[in-house]
């Protein structure tokens, strides 16, 4: 099965630096790459995702980058803000998603 | 668009009693929903998948007679923790996938259950 890694699971980020968020994953059949920002005590909110076709995708302050080859997406996040702070989870799927462990991502003022 | 439902958001109930939670797809129709269930600082663990009209397929480790779950529309899910013990205590959390759009998921708010 699908075996998803994410680091780190703690990050800590000045307001207005970048952020960025790691995922590896093994099944070279996975197609579809997600990002979710969990707020504590809510359901994950798809933030962005990208496809095996597509190298990057950018919405505004969020981007994700995928490399087929090494088998990596990252999740970059520019100009931090307060607000971005919550747990980010990536995700991987043929078919069922298989999640990450998580990053607890923190941006003081 | 895209948004899901559950209900209750949370729910505190007695050893032995058993308690149902609804996901519902409030703006499009999900051909597949999908029932997580999530403890404090975990990643999602995925406990079942479900198919409108068919029965639903549980993961390794997931006990269907417990957890039974039920999809009678493309926009109603329900999952109901039988004879529920304090270990069923989590967070449990359903998504729900568009037909338009069948490897995308969007979840609901999350049901915490806390059984005495």
């Known amino acids: 099965g699908e075996n998803v890694e994410q680091h780190p699971s703690t990050l800590s980020v000045q307001e207005g630096d970048s952020a960025v968020i790691k995922c590896t994953y093994s099944?070279?059949?996975?197609?579809?790459f997600p990002w979710y920002k969990q707020e504590l005590g809510k359901g994950p909110q798809l933030i962005i995702d990208?496809?095996?076709?597509?190298g990057e995708k950018k919405d505004q302050r969020i981007a994700v980058t995928l490399n087929k080859t090494a088998k990596h997406f990252s999740l970059h996040i520019t100009e931090t803000q307060p607000e971005d702070s919550a747990v980010y989870f990536c995700?991987?799927?043929?078919?069922?998603?298989?999640f990450g462990k998580g990053t607890s991502l923190l941006v003081t003022p | 668009g895209a948004v899901v439902s559950q209900h209750p958001s949370w729910v505190i109930c007695k050893s032995g009693t058993s308690v149902k939670i609804e996901c519902r797809s409030l703006?499009?129709?999900?051909?597949?929903m999908f029932w997580y269930r999530q403890f404090p600082k975990q990643s999602l663990m995925l406990m079942a998948t479900?198919?409108?009209?068919?029965?639903?397929?549980?993961e390794q480790g997931v006990e269907k007679d417990k957890f039974l779950i039920n999809h009678a529309s493309l926009t109603l899910s329900t999952l109901t923790v039988t004879s529920a013990h304090p270990e069923d205590s989590s967070f449990y959390i359903c998504?729900?996938?568009?037909?338009?759009?069948?490897?995308?998921?969007?979840f609901g708010p999350g049901t915490r259950l806390t059984v005495l």
């Open positions: 998504s729900a996938a568009p037909q338009s759009s069948t490897d995308t998921q969007y």
């Open positions: 099944d070279s059949a996975s197609n579809y």
């Open positions: 990208i496809r095996s076709n597509v």
């Open positions: 995700a991987a799927t043929p078919w069922a998603l298989n």
């Open positions: 703006d499009f129709q999900a051909t597949t």
């Open positions: 479900s198919n409108e009209g068919s029965k639903a397929t549980y």
